[in-house]
């Protein structure tokens, strides 16, 4: 059975207990300690935990059995740090991006007396993975792996957000600087390293199965997979109902630099070109209606059903041909396919 979002919170307390602990073996003030629990609780807690969550799903998968108490409680510290890994990067993200909201509340810069102290706050969601996985792994076999597995990751996803911001700033509109080799590149390291490969890995490291033929086989699997739900997205930005969406996509008025405006920046005529030109990037409803009159004319929906029908054939492959020899399970793979095929939010 898969791991509940209301199972997998209760381990999240304990978590911020022990950086607390850690926190007061050096005599930080009491108000430091309520500000970073605040921080971490505001920051960590409230969304689908889709990321911390799959670690706890596939180890129960590799090791063939339910969790025991002990093994649910790892897998899903792993999890957890993932999840301030995540934190980290929004806290981050919000700000470079000059942000509203985040999951329904305001940005936590943007929350009462925070401000530019939320630049050290993500600095702190970054540095508990370290603390929480010296506490728990330090003597597991594979610890060094799961330290260089973290460092890595981040530092892959730092470089997908350079790449982004240098692509698309939102106050600098020029479609000259959009390319899918660019937006390959942001959309691989931005998101499917540490969203799809990270947990997994996780998952293998802890459950000894992480072989160099099964790290290849999962990174060869769930790289492109991690594109194809980040193509998704941008495909769902503009098309799907934002009621069903839960949000108004703005990647338009945002200047992203999205699937939907390289694929139309490949067939655009000159006079839709000069239509996106005009109107791309701009905050302002008529522009984004014109933009979206573009996307319908190049029938984009079609053009991202083709490839996902595509993309989704290829993993399919791919998950057929897994070897399984050295420990690593199809039905990974497969779980996550089948949460992300033909979703609508």
């Known amino acids: 059975m898969p791991t509940t979002l209301k199972e997998f919170e209760t381990v999240f307390p304990n978590l911020v207990n022990d950086v607390l602990d850690h926190c007061r073996q050096y005599g930080l003030p009491t108000n430091a300690l309520e500000w970073f629990e605040k921080n971490a609780k505001h920051n960590t807690v409230g969304g689908k935990c889709n990321r911390g969550m799959s670690v706890v799903d596939t180890t129960s998968i ?6 025991s108490q002990d093994e649910y409680f ?3 510290s792993l999890g957890w740090m993932v999840e301030l890994l995540q934190a980290f990067f929004l806290v981050s993200d919000d700000i470079m991006d000059a942000s509203k909201t985040r999951r329904g509340n305001p940005c936590w810069y943007l929350m009462p007396d925070v401000g530019m102290i939320a ?14 996985l010296k506490k728990y792994f330090r003597s597991h ?30 106050d600098h509109v020029d479609l000259d600087n959009f390319s899918m080799e660019k937006y390959t590149f942001i959309v691989i390291f931005k998101t499917a390293f540490y969203s799809f490969y990270l947990p997994v890995a996780l998952a293998m490291h802890y459950c000894n199965v992480a072989t160099e033929k099964n790290l290849k086989q999962a990174k060869d699997i769930l790289i492109p997979m991690g594109e194809y ?20 996509g703005t990647d338009i008025q945002d200047n992203k630099c999205s699937w939907l405006i390289n694929q139309a920046l490949q067939r655009a005529s000159l006079e839709q070109r000069k239509v996106l030109e005009e109107n791309y990037g701009r905050k302002d409803s ?13 029938d984009l929906k079609a053009v991202y059903q083709k490839y996902e029908e595509e993309r989704v054939a ?8 897994v070897d399984e020899s050295e420990g690593l399970k199809k039905q990974v793979f497969e779980e996550f396919l089948r949460k992300i095929y033909k979703r609508s939010k």
């Open 62 to 67: 590799l090791l063939g059995h339910s969790l």
């Open 141 to 170: 076999k594979s610890y060094v792996d799961l330290l260089e597995l973290f460092h890595e990751t981040t530092f892959q996803t730092e470089l997908g957000q350079t790449c982004d911001l240098l692509t698309a700033p939102e």
């Open 229 to 248: 739900f980040q193509i998704q997205d941008d495909y769902l930005d503009n098309f799907a109902d934002p009621e069903t969406l839960g949000k108004i």
């Open 119 to 132: 630049i050290n706050d993500a600095f702190m969601l970054e540095g508990s993975i370290y603390v929480l």
């Open 74 to 76: 790892h897998a899903a």
């Open 314 to 321: 290829e993993l399919r492959k791919l998950i057929d041909q």
């Open 286 to 298: 008529e522009c984004e209606k014109k933009v979206k009159v573009v996307f319908d004319e190049l």
